[in-house]
């Protein structure tokens, strides 16, 4: 049981500073992912913490114990690498008994720790099996195997997920946060992947340009996003410029796109230019009685199972993005006038950047 | 498509059976009869390994290419792993100058040995005059150290790329699992470089065992396999052209033997991880890095120094075999007032060989890389056929099968082109393979999807794509047919002598140092100046090429 600690952590690589002041909590026992888009130095982040990237200025800290000054295998930290880094010369059971014998662990301990390390991860009897015989999920058991065994301080994973495909990537997610909360061990995860983010997470860091941008849980983050560039990141929010109009004393008037937006409460002076920012699932199609809501024409119609998304043009032209029900009729052709409904209460707007 | 695929496999196997198979089938078949008469026997056999002579000769052929394949690996394997993973101040320069032993021809640092340490050498007399004397570099000794000076690039090519080829997250995970650097070096980067390295000491033992010119200038009179083929088929004194073909097929059996071995290996274990992000530089203390660039730049300075000594000596004036400081050009003059004949035949003979030993592989690599299946796997492995052949042998059956017939070849310069671009054709296969091996499928597809048919896409699409690829591969074999020795002297003809010929004849008089060093270093302009002009595109190819 680990509490990390980054204090004012920073990272640059020629003019970039891929890791910017960044200072964050995790608890004990939480899985925190760091999440942003390439680039954002989510992964410069991770790296630092398992001593593969220099920390130029800040300090990183296990519990009461500083780290960062501590060369890379002796943070006993224990990271699953984006292609998995499977030793190809050595077998399955070698794989997972390699942090044992660099610990000097007896060989009589080492046997029975392997083995129900690959039980673990459903890999019993795989021991004398090699690398390349294995599938990718396999392989993935097989790093996570390697690195539980040692009993690590803290697991690190590196976009565990990138290179399985769709169906088994949300098998192993599962898999690997019941282990994670099984065990108790406190992990970072790096993901560009937003719904694995939100699926897997205790707390997100939202990163952006080696800077955080929000911390908070999956909840806190999707549903009150602080800044627009959270919003649009996650969920994919519709932003919308726009011309703050006269407050009424309940609501705010915002002239964006053609049309008319109407926001709960004063969000800002008259005349002021911002963002709307508006989720796909804050609209659906509106009944003949329901006020406010937003005409646009439909442009595309995209059927995805259980939702379907809807493209359409607000009067000036811009489009949006609409999620409705799957279930839902929308039995017309592009082209057609469509009205959306929309609570004004679930509206945010950001000031313009 | 597969009219296309089927000529060139029957055309490349047709060619190879011609030239390579049937010989080499003569020079069996002359093994198995009784030297006038013509019936069988295994009475050839029989005398070799009845003769000490001989047997000493097989022995020291093998064990002088056993210490050229230890030595070669131990130096060999450091060095790339200072060159892949240390910052050495110029590795790129190192990494280039490191190719140069391969291709320069290996007598002549043999030569050079002589012109340093051998009797009269200038070490010698040096050291004499100061009344020390140095141990003799005649025999085993000077032959091995010569083997694996020139040799050792066969190590280290493919295992700088074994070492570069490892994603770095290999080494970090060994890291991350609580491994030091040297844990990690030992028990992951080590074993996984170690098929490269293994690949590459075979191919040294191969050609030491078959290398004819650096015995001929360094064993004097004691047995050696190569040379004594060559003196049991074409000497005066002892000739005997059935015990040449039963020497000749035992030093063929050995050294396919480690051909297949090597192969056999080198297809088991692919350790290759694809490199996504590269190793980085290891954090070594200024000490440790000075260490690692004096023992890279002392390798590769002391593997090159037998050829700036040549050089540097063949401006140099001799009188008779003794060398005086005088500077000149003396020795060119000489050289070259007979005729400049042998050089022109060397240029001629080698570019031809070069253009046709590309236009022969650059097919049969494509082919072997794209259509997977059994008949692709048989030429792949006839391709490489002629690394296990010995230049000495294989003209020797060109003569047996082309002396006289339907087919009379020999006399002229197309027995030369014949034999260099058989021995030459596994540089053009490899690297057009290599070249093949990036060009996308699916642009061939589009091209011929777009209504184009596959011959044509093939001339007019792949072959410009392959062009970079083909140019270093036809430059190689330009190289190293130019520096040809083994074959050429059994295949020569008084009007198409070339300069490896007559630097021999001029060892082999004793009396003509000063030409030899003259020939010698002309050799060496003539083979290091394009290599060096190419030597970015070969670097990229590394491993491919070897």
């Keep these: ?353 | 498509m597969k009219a296309f695929r089927y000529t060139i496999v029957f055309g490349a196997l047709a060619l190879l059976l011609l030239f390579l198979l049937y010989p080499l089938s003569l020079v069996l078949d002359a093994s198995l009869r009784v030297n006038g008469t013509g019936a069988l026997t295994l009475g050839n056999y029989v005398q070799i390994f009845a003769s000490k002579y001989y047997l000493n000769g097989i022995f020291n052929s093998l064990l002088a290419a056993t210490g050229a394949t230890v030595g070669a690996t131990l130096i060999g394997t450091p060095l790339a792993f200072c060159l892949a993973r240390v910052d050495v101040p110029g590795k790129t320069v190192l990494l280039t100058l490191a190719t140069l032993p391969l291709v320069l021809p290996s007598f002549v640092a043999a030569y050079a040995l002589v012109l340093l340490f051998g009797h009269a050498g200038v070490v010698t007399t040096g050291l004499r005059a100061l009344g020390m004397t140095i141990g003799p570099i005649y025999g085993l000794t000077g032959i091995t150290i010569v083997f694996f000076l020139t040799l050792y690039p066969y190590v280290l090519m493919p295992a700088v790329a074994g070492f570069r080829a490892m994603d770095i997250s290999i080494e970090e995970a060994a890291r991350n699992l609580g491994g030091s650097r040297l844990h990690a070096f030992r028990t992951v980067l080590l074993p996984m470089a170690m098929p490269a390295v293994l690949a590459g000491a075979l191919l040294v033992f191969i050609e030491a065992l078959e290398n004819f010119g650096v015995p001929v200038v360094l064993a004097e009179d004691r047995p050696f396999l190569a040379v004594d083929i060559f003196k049991l088929f074409a000497g005066e004194a002892d000739n005997n052209p059935a015990a040449a073909g039963a020497l000749s097929v035992l030093l063929i059996a050995s050294t396919a033997i480690v051909l297949l071995v090597q192969r056999r290996y080198l297809n088991k274990r692919r350790f290759a991880t694809d490199a996504r992000t590269a190793p980085s530089p290891l954090p070594l203390s200024p000490g440790w890095r000075a260490i690692a660039t004096g023992f890279s730049w002392g390798i590769v300075i002391l593997s090159l120094l037998p050829f700036i000594a040549v050089l540097f000596i063949s401006f140099l004036s001799f009188r008779g075999p003794v060398l005086t400081w005088q500077l000149g050009l003396s020795n060119y003059s000489m050289l070259l007032e007979g005729s400049f004949r042998p050089l022109y035949n060397t240029l001629f003979v080698a570019t031809l060989a070069a253009i046709v030993a590309t236009v022969v592989g650059a097919p049969i690599g494509y082919v072997v890389t794209r259509h997977r299946g059994p008949l692709s796997a048989g030429l792949d492995m006839i391709g490489m056929a002629p690394f296990a052949v010995s230049g000495t042998v294989l003209g020797i059956g060109l003569i047996i099968a082309f002396n006289s017939g339907l087919l009379t070849l020999t006399g002229g310069w197309l027995i030369l082109v014949i034999a260099y671009v058989v021995r030459k054709l596994p540089f053009c296969i490899r690297s057009s393979s290599a070249i093949v091996h990036q060009i996308e499928p699916s642009l061939e597809e589009a091209s011929i999807n777009l209504g184009v048919s596959p011959l044509r896409t093939f001339a007019t699409l792949t072959v410009p794509l392959m062009a970079s690829g083909l140019i270093g591969g036809m430059i190689l074999v330009w190289i190293t047919a130019a520096s040809e020795l083994s074959s050429t002297i059994v295949l020569y003809s008084s009007r198409w002598s070339t300069m490896t010929v007559r630097m021999y004849h001029f060892l082999e008089g004793g009396e003509g140092a000063g030409s030899a060093s003259a020939a010698a270093a002309i050799l060496i302009f003539f083979t290091a100046a394009p290599l060096l002009v190419i030597q970015r595109r070969l670097r990229r190819e590394g491993a491919t090429i070897l």
Aim: charged share 20%.
């Design chain 1, 1 to 353: 049981m680990t509490t990390i600690r980054l204090d004012s952590v920073s990272r640059t690589f020629g003019a970039v500073r891929a890791v910017d002041n960044v200072s964050a909590t995790i608890e004990e026992g939480a899985l925190f992912t760091l999440l942003g888009p390439s680039g954002c130095g989510k992964t410069t982040l991770l790296r630092m913490i398992a001593g593969f990237a220099d920390v130029e200025a800040g300090r990183i800290w296990f519990d009461d114990k500083r780290i960062d000054t501590l060369p890379a295998h002796r943070r006993n930290t224990g990271m699953v690498f984006q292609n998995y880094a499977i030793f190809p010369n050595l077998s399955v059971a070698d794989n997972v008994a390699y942090g044992l014998r660099a610990r000097k662990i007896k060989p009589a301990d080492i046997a029975a720790r392997v083995d129900k390390a690959l039980a673990r991860v459903r890999l019993a009897g795989y021991g004398s099996r090699w690398p390349h015989q294995l599938s990718g999920g396999q392989l993935q058991r097989v790093a996570i195997a390697r690195v539980l065994v040692i009993e690590p301080a803290v697991l690190l994973f590196d976009e565990p997920l990138s290179n399985l495909d769709a169906q088994l990537r949300t098998q192993m997610r599962v898999e690997i946060r019941q282990l994670q909360q099984a065990l108790g061990l406190t992990t970072i995860y790096v993901t560009h992947d937003q719904e694995e983010a939100l699926a897997i997470s205790d707390r997100i860091a939202i990163l952006r340009s080696g800077k955080i941008e929000q911390v908070g849980s999956p909840e806190e983050i999707y549903q009150r996003p602080r800044t627009a560039f959270v919003a649009e990141f996650l969920g994919g929010a519709n932003m919308l410029p726009g011309i703050a109009g006269t407050f009424d004393g309940h609501r705010t008037e915002v002239a964006s796109c053609g049309t008319t937006i109407s926001i709960d409460g004063h969000v800002a002076k008259a005349g002021q230019k911002l963002f709307v920012s508006i989720r796909p699932e804050a609209l659906r199609l509106a009944n003949a009685s329901d006020r406010p809501v937003l005409q646009a024409k439909l442009v595309l119609r995209e059927f995805l199972g259980q939702i379907q998304r809807l493209h359409a043009a607000l009067p000036d032209g811009t489009q949006i993005r609409v999620s409705t029900l799957g279930s839902l009729p929308v039995a017309v052709a592009a082209g057609a006038e469509l009205a959306f409904a929309y609570d004004p209460a679930q509206i945010i707007v950001y000031p313009e950047a």
